[in-house]
């Protein structure tokens, strides 16, 4: 979290040493100087994007971990009603774990697709 952070108050720093009177900063700066800070700010910047792919890849990882895992549930379910009652303790507990990963899949799939 602290390394979050850090890229997140880095790039919101290199941005405003860029915007407004930042812009003046680099004006006096010398041309080094001001070629070193830019590098700064592209590093961070690619820095912030990367760890923003890697959150994404994580997420998409458990959804299909999660995926898999009500793929066998749903096997588990067919067995289970083939070999016990339609009421029976062991098909009503599957039932309820295939309808809670179905809602946490779907909500985490909705959460993927708005981005956050």
Do not use: C, P
Not at 9 to 24: D, H, K, N
């Amino acid at each position: 979290m602290a390394g979050g952070l850090w890229l997140v108050t880095g790039v919101g720093a290199a941005a405003g040493l860029i915007g407004g009177s930042g812009s003046a900063a680099l004006y006096e700066m010398g041309a080094a100087q001001a070629r070193a800070e830019l590098t700064r700010l592209q590093v961070a910047f690619k820095m912030t994007l990367l760890a923003s792919q890697v959150d994404i890849i994580k997420a998409q990882a458990v959804i299909s971990s999660l995926d898999a895992q009500l793929g066998n549930l749903r096997e588990s379910l067919a067995e289970e009603r083939k070999l016990n009652d339609a009421n029976s303790a062991r098909v009503e507990d599957l039932k309820h774990k295939v309808l809670a990963i179905e809602e946490s899949l779907a909500w985490m799939r909705a959460q993927e697709a708005a981005g956050a």
